[in-house]
């Protein structure tokens, strides 16, 4: 492969330079009918799971067609993308906030030329390209993060736990026979690179062992006070250590303080953390971002650790489906998951998840634990 | 035939949701075949090697990806995260595999034109796998070497009008929900908000002057369908001052049955009959609403714009005309102390181009405060909770509002200031003692 | 006066001691009717306020008339309430965990006389002695603590203002027109002696001035390091002073650091706080401990100072009967005030109270502090 | 003529409320009288100087009471506070003031001839000022010599059969609720417990061994009317398992308005005709409350036992028959680190004499625990919120509970235990490094 210029010149870096440009601009993307009708629309509804009518002052109706997709997307899909948005939107498609790929149509004798061309379309594996759904009161797409494909922290995959979710929980997503919302996320380490810190349900990548000391390289590789410093329990030390009869400078790990977020490891490559045994899958429930009746409110703990059962998360997965199945039998309409694990209280949310409490969901993480304890003589047998 | 065995990943191909795995073999394929005689500038296996050390994370159960280094173009501090895979031998498709964020549009809407160029620009330089999208909303181009960076870069910047977006202690990239693009809810215009800012802040978004990361996220409602106030240190919130708008007849409808509630949103199962006093009034977190005989009264003074009744009868009521944004901060993941929710602190400001007052007086200030007071790694959220709400209120120059708690404090644990306090601190111990012996 | 012994004898202090006896036991003083019935009533009714009426199971009844006391009280005055108790109640009294005097007699027959007897008793400057009332959804007798009349920390008086409350409240004491009972407390300082922390409504001695240092005698009067480690903000250092050429060990103090909580003048009477002008009084208000409908909740700060005006405190006391006010008119029956507060939302607490809601009542004290911010898009303009 | 001018004080003669005033100076006036003859045992003038020095620090909004020191009777470490003015050559009446805690006999009750009795001793030996009663529950004689410390010790054990309270680091006095002395909802005998619990620990109520104070409180019911979950290190509140009983014919009664709601707390005020909807099914926090017909039904599985509905219609509800106890631990007062409720860590168990399991499996274990690892003034909630809940669970040993949280953790922050985790914490890094290059 033979290098081409796109006419940079490594030599003269500024010249011809373009910065500071942005994004394109939104309204060069539009579909005629968002041009035109933006900020005039009157209400919407939902034809079927997965399909939404939109209709404006104007009386102009836009019909979105909303598919499931991996995010994790080749070229080769994008252009398939594409094809379908030439042949039935003009050429127009967008995503949604949750990975969804929409498809417009300003006239409803579209949709269902749409609809069947996308159901014919299936991986060569046999999994459907563009399944229909994502709507309204169902489990819709699970926004995820990079995992094992591309991060140096995970604790878990991002990419395989959500297709096996996703494939445990598909009839949700093309049906609407949930009390409310339910929205999935995954975070594949304590950084949680998205709101799964305030989701219906959350899969999160933990680590369980504290980290390995690479002595010998560590103070080649780090700089020890930044290490010590990202330490958020302060269990790291500086450390004198003797390898191979040399006195290096290292650290030490209190691991009776360590809390196995990883912090360290992001400042300082010597001091991994990743274990096959030690790493795994912490489910949260309960946690919603709208201000829809109730405040938004923070996911809960609820499995403390599910190991990682690469390639296809069968606890994790069921895990979900029985949350998800307690939580559609019992809640009332419009009663997001954390709303009702409220109403019920979260003695019965354990009971009717068939969910194990044990000691590690009780808070004992600073000062604000304490709030979370119960302070009432109110409780259910 | 496979560069790689994946006995693992390809238990990933069956099921119905589609199958990433499937979708990186299509196009492991596709650069094998290259029908199209593309002249890869990275390694044409890249796809297969991907996969391969994929597999070999699913059979340890960790991950093969090492630290990043600093890698990235020229005058920028971001957009570009690094990475290096840690059998290189093994995998040299992905030895280096650098990502790309690219800002992505408002509103994410595209033409199959510019997706086409951007799929022709990384087929050729990059891997030809991305995430459509990145959890902050950047299109990911997953995978290039560090030579392509920059040629990426300028066929971007020259070709496309495209620039990079965020990454490291940087403005990140701007994202916003659909709004008034396609939603009756908005309550502003959340894509000109959206690229106003990003436009206006590009220095703060590619050349790293700030103590951490920084995200703005601009959600038309209170819905929150992009999550601005879980995960952006400044969330604009769609709201309005005034009256909920009544259509008595629709809402007539809807009792009657000849329209379903919330859009139909709850069809897969039989609810039973809509029931307006259940489904809406009881269930109204401020218990303003009554029917007052066929009449749907709300007082609306009461009224916390929690979107609930319009959301069940969206053809009946309709967000106010007097609109604006609340602007919260201080969101963010938990590391280290804890996940935090964006705090009230601009209850009601209008938004019209071009925002000067939300520049002027909200953006800039807390940005001056943060890069003054802020630590290294410190988020927003984390300094508001180490100096105080009050300080931020300082910052902003408003009076303190009941609005920006959810209750007053429990603890009278005030730290007065000592010219708050007559007679101030000092105070002569001798002259105490005259009236208080030892 | 003559020393007359009781027989203790000083040189030898184990001859004949008795210890670790306890207390009376609770049997040898109930009133007949209560050591006949006990755990065997059946329901209780208010025949007018502070008069009640407990039937039981056997038929008998119990009438309870409940007189509101000055806590603070002498043997003369209880031995006025025992000639009542000998009068009318065959020698037998209680008081209630408020401070209330309770008379009970057997027979709704004794009940008119008992009244009649109690409303004639006035102390010579013209307040009653057993003014009838606290029961029911009014306004109860206030806890409280001792104020001036014997601690060494209190930023206020307690008695004083009681009286003063009480004073303004009076009617409330004497009526059933609240939504739910109205439980108020006093503690004169942050050491908060009583369920201050929990009171619909509490006033609360707050110093504003940081320790003086009283450094000839520090060294002398206090164990330093005590003293230092009595600080919860670590706002105390050791410090080297030079006082008429001498050269002593005491304390520094960092102002800024300083919330006035005396803790470490209680550990060290060098370092007094106490201060004219700096002293007064905090107004907190939604607590409450019973578990009937919502949990137990802490009071909140809703005036952050108002000034000791003694001897009558007119500004705390319309300051209450102000809030008191505001809540008979708005909250709904049952309710209780912080319940109220609750639902309104404080924005309009505030409103309806008429006070200034400044940036002393946003909380400011550690982590939990942020989960008193408002998370929420949610909110009445 | 009074010996001290108290203008100030005079002012809080008036008014309807009883004037501490007042009474303080008919006891003034009474000792300047003596018309008993009494032999008082410190000075006649004790209650003038109380006024004076009281209308000086009214003067000066300043006490004029210093530190105690250590004053107290042989063999006892509370039960006494030390306190002396400091201004004694102007009121020499009260130089030395110090209190006895009396423990008071349980439910508060008396004969006017016990009463009497503890004041002729008062009389004799202090200044006949009294607290009916101290928050914690004593009787507080305010006010005496050191000298008589002992002689009233004496004569309160040898002619009164009568103990100190506590005071200083040791279990408080215990208090409790009126309970099933007068109170239909009393699920136990609260002075039964009570005062079998004070005199088990009269060692650990008069001997200070504990880290602090340590406070035992017990209500009957849930309504809490002796506050024990906000101010007690343990509190014991009466509850029920089984159900509720209903007496539908009073139910009737209520709804026909023949019982006046609450037995008539509200009578001060038209609140209109009873709504058993409205004012009872509505408000039960769990919803658990239906009428079906007119059969009012109980789903006593998801009742929480809030007292509400028995509040309202105590003729027609009663508490079910399968009694006992919560057990909360931990509450009290801001200093040090703001104020604590009682945290549920038993959520049922039995009421029995001799209360074996309730000593030796709650009480005992706890102050093992607490005296083992508590801090010097640490208080028993303190150290739950350093060591955690679980500790606790740990050393009640009992199963984990969702009963004891109000909701689980929202932060995955979990401090896994070594011997939780397969393989141990031990690795080895070149073994690592073998799938894992630098
Ligand atoms: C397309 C999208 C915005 C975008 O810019 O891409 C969107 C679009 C709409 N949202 Fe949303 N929401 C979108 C993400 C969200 C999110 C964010 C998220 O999930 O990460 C939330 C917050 C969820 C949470 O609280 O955890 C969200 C909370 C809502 C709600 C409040 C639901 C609730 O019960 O709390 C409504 C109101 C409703 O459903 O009636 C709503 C309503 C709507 C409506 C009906 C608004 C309208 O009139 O057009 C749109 C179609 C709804 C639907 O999907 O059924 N949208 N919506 C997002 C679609 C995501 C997807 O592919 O599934
Ligand atoms: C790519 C992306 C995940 C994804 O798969 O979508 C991502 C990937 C990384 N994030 Fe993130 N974050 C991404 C969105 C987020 C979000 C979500 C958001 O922005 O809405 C969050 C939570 C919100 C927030 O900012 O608090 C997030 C919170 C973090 C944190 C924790 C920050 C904190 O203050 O708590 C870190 C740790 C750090 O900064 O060292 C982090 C760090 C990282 C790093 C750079 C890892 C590292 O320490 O070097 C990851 C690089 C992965 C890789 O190799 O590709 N990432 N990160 C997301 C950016 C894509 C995009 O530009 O669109
Ligand atoms: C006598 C006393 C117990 C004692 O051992 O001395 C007592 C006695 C009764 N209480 Fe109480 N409560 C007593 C202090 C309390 C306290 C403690 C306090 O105020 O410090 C509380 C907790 C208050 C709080 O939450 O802040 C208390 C919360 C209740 C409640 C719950 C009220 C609520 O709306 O939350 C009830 C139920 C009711 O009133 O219907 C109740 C009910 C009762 C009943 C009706 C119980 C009964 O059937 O006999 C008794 C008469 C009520 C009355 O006073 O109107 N009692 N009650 C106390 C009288 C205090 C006084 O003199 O005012
Ligand atoms: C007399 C009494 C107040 C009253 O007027 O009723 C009282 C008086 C004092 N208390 Fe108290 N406390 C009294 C009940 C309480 C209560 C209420 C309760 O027990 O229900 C509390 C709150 C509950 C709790 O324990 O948390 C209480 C929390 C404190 C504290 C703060 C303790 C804490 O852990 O936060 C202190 C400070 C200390 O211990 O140094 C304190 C300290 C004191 C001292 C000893 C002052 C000192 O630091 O030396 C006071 C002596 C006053 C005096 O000269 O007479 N007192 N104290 C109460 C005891 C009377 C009795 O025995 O019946
Ligand atoms: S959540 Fe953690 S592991 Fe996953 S992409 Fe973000 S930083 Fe990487
Ligand atoms: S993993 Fe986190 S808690 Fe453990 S040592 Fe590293 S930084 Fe500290
Ligand atoms: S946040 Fe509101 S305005 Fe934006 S898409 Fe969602 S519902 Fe519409
Ligand atoms: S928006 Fe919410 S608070 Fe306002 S009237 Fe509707 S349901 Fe009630
Ligand atoms: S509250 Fe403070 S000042 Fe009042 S009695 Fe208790 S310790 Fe003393
Ligand atoms: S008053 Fe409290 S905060 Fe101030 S110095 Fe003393 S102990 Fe510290
Ligand atoms: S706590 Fe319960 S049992 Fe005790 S007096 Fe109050 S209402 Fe009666
Ligand atoms: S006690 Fe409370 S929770 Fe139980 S039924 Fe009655 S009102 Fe409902």
């Known amino acids: 492969m033979a290098f081409i210029s796109s006419g940079y010149n490594p030599e003269k870096p500024m010249e011809d330079r373009i910065t500071d440009i942005g994004p394109r601009k939104f309204d060069e993307f539009y579909p005629p009918v968002i041009a035109k009708n933006k900020g005039k629309w009157l209400y919407h509804e939902y034809l079927q799971p997965g399909v939404l009518v939109h209709v404006a002052e104007s009386g102009d109706e836009v019909y979105t067609v909303r598919c499931g997709g991996a995010r994790l997307m080749s070229t080769s899909h994008i252009r398939e993308i594409c094809e379908i948005a030439d042949k039935h939107c003009g050429g127009h498609v967008r995503w949604t906030t949750r990975n969804n790929i929409e498809f417009m149509v300003d006239n409803k004798s579209k949709v269902q030329p749409l609809l069947d061309d996308l159901a014919g379309r299936k991986f060569k594996g046999g999994s459907f390209k563009f399944p229909v759904g994502g709507t309204g009161a169902g489990v819709s797409n699970i926004v995820h993060t990079q995992g094992w494909i591309h991060c140096h922290t995970p604790a878990t995959d991002a990419s395989g736990p959500v297709k096996a979710v996703m494939d445990e929980v598909f009839a949700d997503f093309q049906s609407h026979r949930m009390p409310a919302h339910v929205r999935v996320s995954l975070a594949c380490c304590l950084n949680m690179c998205g709101a799964v810190h305030c989701s219906d349900i959350a899969i999160l990548g933990y680590h369980r062992k504290p980290p390995m000391l690479d002595h010998e390289y560590l103070d080649k590789m780090c700089e020890i006070p930044l290490a010590i410093a990202a330490c958020p329990t302060a269990a790291i030390k500086p450390a004198k250590v003797e390898i191979n009869g040399q006195k290096l400078n290292s650290v030490a790990v209190n691991n009776e303080r360590c809390m196995f977020c990883g912090n360290c490891y992001t400042m300082c490559p010597s001091m991994p953390l990743a274990d096959t045994e030690g790493d795994g899958i912490v489910i949260m429930a309960g946690g919603k971002v709208s201000n829809r009746i109730s405040a938004p409110k923070f996911s809960k703990v609820v499995v403390a650790f599910i190991p990682n059962e690469a390639p296809r998360w069968p606890r994790t997965s069921a895990t979900i489906k029985q949350i998800i199945e307690a939580y559609a039998n019992d809640a009332r309409k419009y009663e997001r998951l954390g709303e009702w694990a409220e109403r019920i209280g979260w003695e019965r949310f354990f009971e009717k998840c068939e969910l194990d409490f044990t000691h590690h969901l009780i808070d004992d993480f600073r000062d604000p634990a304490y709030y979370t304890w119960r302070q009432t003589s109110q409780f259910k047998f | ?438």
Chains 1, 3 share one sequence.
Request: aromatic content about 10%; hydrophobic content about 35%; proline content about 6%.
């Open chain 2, 1 to 438: 035939m496979a560069k790689h065995e994946t006995p693992m990943l390809d238990q990933l191909e069956s099921g119905p949701w589609p199958s990433f795995v499937s979708d990186l073999k299509q196009e492991a394929e596709k650069r094998a075949k290259n029908a199209a005689g593309v002249e890869f500038q990275i390694p044409q296996d890249a796809v297969e090697d991907l996969l391969g050390v994929l597999e070999l994370s699913y059979k340890h159960g960790r991950t093969h990806w090492k630290h990043g280094g600093i890698v990235g173009v020229f005058g920028y501090g971001g957009g570009v995260i690094g990475r290096y895979c840690d059998q290189p031998q093994m995998f040299p498709g992905v030895a280096h595999f650098h990502t790309l964020r690219i800002n992505q549009p408002g509103g994410k809407f595209y033409t199959t034109k510019y997706l086409r160029e951007l799929c022709d620009l990384w087929d050729f330089r990059g891997s030809g796998i991305t995430n459509m999208h990145g959890s902050t909303g950047d299109i990911i181009f997953l995978g290039t070497t560090t030579p392509q960076l920059e040629e990426i870069f300028y066929e971007l910047t020259h070709k496309y009008n495209q620039d990079l977006g965020g990454s490291g202690s940087n403005l990140r990239t701007p994202a916003d929900c659909i709004g008034q693009a396609r939603c009756e809810y908005a309550c502003y215009d959340t894509q000109a908000l959206c690229y106003d800012l990003t436009n206006e802040y590009q220095d703060e978004l590619h050349r790293p002057a700030f103590p951490y990361k920084f995200k703005f996220k601009f959600d038309g409602c209170p819905n929150c369908c992009v999550a601005s106030i879980a995960r952006s240190d400044l969330s604009f919130i769609g709201t309005w001052k005034d009256d909920i708008k009544i259509d008595q007849a629709a809402v007539q409808a809807y009792i009657g049955g000849e329209i379903a509630p919330n859009a139909g949103a709850h069809s897969g199962r039989d609810w039973g009959k809509f029931d307006i006093q259940k489904e809406v009034i009881n269930l109204c977190p401020t218990g303003c609403m009554a029917m007052d005989g066929k009449t749907l009264k709300i007082n609306n003074r009461e009224c916390t714009r929690c979107m609930h009744c319009i959301n069940v009868m969206p053809r009946a009521l309709h967000i106010g005309d007097e609109r604006g944004v609340s602007i919260l901060a201080g969101a963010k993941a938990p590391i280290l102390d804890g996940a935090q929710m964006g705090t009230l602190i601009v209850p009601f400001i209008e938004v019209e181009p071009p925002y000067t007052k939300i520049k002027e007086e909200v953006i800039e200030p807390i940005w001056d405060w943060w890069m003054e007071e802020g630590k290294n790694r410190e988020r927003l959220g984390e300094l508001m909770k180490r100096q105080g709400l009050q300080k931020l209120i300082e910052v902003l120059g408003v009076d303190p509002d009941p609005r920006m708690v959810q209750e007053p404090r429990s603890n009278p644990y005030i730290f007065w200031k000592e010219d708050e306090v007559p007679g101030g601190w000092d105070r002569d111990i001798n002259e105490f003692r005259k009236y208080h012996q030892r």
